[in-house]
């Protein structure tokens, strides 16, 4: 017998199991039996492609034995065991993720109830067990290993004499406390509570024997006598009726299978006949993956035919901007033995491909109109896949996503669709209008901003993603988009435009002058009237906006761009007749101011400044001449 002890981490996860104040406790069994059921599918899979392995088809199933006298609960699979180095591997250690998830998702959790959801799943069982011990016979081995444990301390490995094929669990349960009654675990009806509640749709039989009544013959007396029953219903859940299926049943079978904390924000539960026909559950998270906007995250959707999993992510059954969608098919118009390499291919799956994608979509879209705010939750987490989904292969994909985005309104003052935004419009008006930054709050108080918002709606867009998602989309429904802060925008009447040419072409010198002074930075310095209260502005010239060139100058790449400026002085501001007039009487003192305006609009729009000891410099020059 070979005495071993725990590595460190597992003797800390270990400790709070057992020690811990959980409440529910009583998921350990849940944990066992999808350990049971997944060992059950690994053999029978690999019993697929390996025809060496025998299986009985009639044999796969799990079985669960109460000896109220030893205080013992047996939970016994015909799986695929494991031998001796997995027993070590597997249960003296926790996975790395196991204990990842774990150490992330409790940083702020005092409540340790969130455990079992966890998988940290074998080791659940310490939480009701004094001793645990596991004998298992390995499909492809002769002999059967007997792993031993009383917890914390460490655990044996021995040689044991099991004949069948699979893994048997003996729970030594712990003695009964003032506040919690262990025994009751030794109930029937307790165990057959659990199994319903948490592992019904557990795909093979889950046995017990159970205490049943019945007439004695010939006599008016009744007896007890024994019999084995199958406590789950057996039938996957997306298989059966969705009214018999309660909120509950949903969200727990998905916080099970996708190891998530939090219920789903959204069910879809649907079956396809046509074509192709398929059964799909799909949930939407309530929250992203830790690793989802990371290169680590794998999308895809559990595959199974004819009740038997297949592939745990096929990817090809979503397209990248639903890739946060979760869930399982299942069908029976695809082989068996489909690999990922030929999965791709297959005309079926294309078709289950494209019935999911118009699905979701249509669920999003009712989702919106039905109910808002949970829309906007989506939205909060999900909403830049989509935009990346707006922009990506070349905005192929527009036309599909755009109807699902959302912005901030200057007139709502909350999230808005385009469709809401042109709906407003008349024939007349031409353009969707929008401005970027960090904040709402920035961008309300943007020069550009606060003139165009008293005529017309703006949209806010805080993303760095949103611009080049509505530079793909360019217009909508004949509406184009123009940044408040590019030279396309133009609000003026003809009037108003003639009359700051008028202007413009009166200090045409000064202009001049000011533009030669900046000649390393703008391209042009102006004034406008179409700035409300705000002196001066920046306003970018061509494709390439300034919150653009932010974003872009931000990128880890070598690649910096810069937006070509124009400098632009409200014309009805004092500091437009100062300028005037320090023109004509103190040209130093003006150099001075032009350097001061161009530093100010910059930082207005969030813009670095490249020399921050000259700009406080030259505003103390100022203040001390005045
Ligand atoms: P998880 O199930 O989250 O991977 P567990 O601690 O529950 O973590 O189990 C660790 C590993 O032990 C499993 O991944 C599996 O390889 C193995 N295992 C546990 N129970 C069984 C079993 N009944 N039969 C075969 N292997 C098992």
Not at 497 to 509: A, F, L, R, T, V
Request: net charge negative; glycine share 4%.
């Amino acid at each position: 017998m070979k005495k071993k002890e725990f590595k460190t981490e597992s003797k800390r996860v270990l400790d709070l199991m057992i020690n811990s104040i959980y409440t529910n406790k009583e998921i350990f069994l849940r944990e066992l039996i999808s350990n049971a059921s997944d060992a059950i599918d690994k053999l029978y899979f690999k019993s697929l492609t390996d025809k060496s392995i025998k299986i009985d088809k009639n044999n796969l199933e799990i079985r669960l034995d109460i000896d109220k006298e030893k205080r013992t609960l047996t939970i016994s699979d015909t799986g695929c065991g494991m031998n001796e180095e997995e027993l070590e591997k597997n249960l003296g250690t926790i996975a790395e993720s196991g204990s990842l998830r774990f150490k992330e998702e409790n940083q702020n959790q005092d409540d340790v109830n969130i455990i079992g959801q966890f998988g940290v799943g074998f080791y659940s069982a310490f939480m009701v067990s004094k001793k645990v011990v596991v004998e298992s016979h390995p499909y492809n081995e002769e002999s059967s290993y007997i792993w031993e444990s009383e917890g914390v301390e460490g655990y044996t490995l021995s040689k044991g004499n099991k004949k069948e094929i699979g893994t048997t669990i003996t729970l030594y349960l712990k003695d009964d406390t003032d506040d919690i009654k262990y025994s009751d675990y030794l109930e029937e009806y307790t165990i057959r509570n659990i199994i319903k509640k948490y592992s019904d749709y557990i795909s093979y039989p889950i046995k017990m024997l159970v205490t049943n009544t019945r007439k004695k013959e010939d006599s008016d007396e009744y007896e007890e006598y024994k019999e084995l029953e199958t406590l789950n219903s057996m039938i996957p859940l997306w298989k059966k009726d969705k009214k018999k299926i309660t909120e509950e049943d949903y969200n727990n079978f998905y916080t099970d299978k996708f190891y998530d904390y939090e219920k789903p924000l959204k069910v879809m539960h649907f079956n396809i006949e046509g074509n192709v026909n398929f059964n799909a559950l799909l949930y939407i998270p309530s929250h992203a993956p830790y690793n989802y906007y990371t290169k680590d995250y794998e999308k895809g959707l559990q595959l199974y035919t004819n009740g038997v999993l297949i592939m745990d992510k096929a990817s090809e059954l979503l397209p990248d901007y639903y890739s946060f969608i979760k869930g399982v098919i299942d069908t029976e118009d695809i082989p068996l033995n489909i690999s990922r390499e030929t999965l791709q291919d297959d005309k079926n799956i294309k078709l289950i491909a494209k019935a999911i994608e118009s699905k979701i979509k249509k669920e999003l879209l009712d989702l919106m109109k039905d109910n808002r705010e949970k829309y906007e939750e989506f939205y909060k987490v999900f909403g830049n896949q989509l935009k990346f989904g707006i922009y990506n292969d070349y905005g192929i994909n527009k036309d599909k996503l755009v109807d699902l985005l959302m912005f901030y309104s200057s007139k709502d003052k909350k999230l808005i669709t385009l469709k809401e935004y042109t709906d407003k419009l008349k024939e007349e008006d031409t353009h969707i209008y929008y401005a970027c930054g960090e904040t709402i709050d920035k961008i309300d108080m943007l020069p550009q901003v606060e003139k165009v918002k008293d005529k017309y709606e703006v949209l806010y867009l805080t993303d760095y993603v949103d611009e080049f998602a509505i530079m793909t989309l360019n217009e909508y429904e004949g509406k184009k988009f123009i940044n408040v802060s590019s030279d396309k925008n133009d609000i003026s009447t003809e009037e108003e435009k003639e009359e700051i040419k008028k202007e413009n072409d009166k200090s045409k010198e000064l202009l001049e002058y000011m533009k030669n002074i900046l000649k390393d930075y703008v391209k042009d310095v102006k004034f406008t009237n179409e700035l409300k209260s705000h002196p001066v502005c920046l306003v970018s010239e061509g494709e390439v906006s300034t919150s653009m060139e932010k974003v872009i100058n931000a990128m880890p790449t070598d690649e910096k761009i810069s937006a070509s400026e124009i400098l632009e002085i409200n014309i009805n501001h004092k500091i437009s007749d100062k300028l005037k007039d320090l023109f004509n009487t103190n040209k130093e003192e003006l150099d001075k101011y032009t350097k001061v305006i161009y530093y100010e609009a910059r930082l207005i729009e969030g813009l670095p400044i490249d020399n921050p000891t000259e700009l406080s410099n030259l505003m103390c020059d100022i203040m001390a001449n005045k």
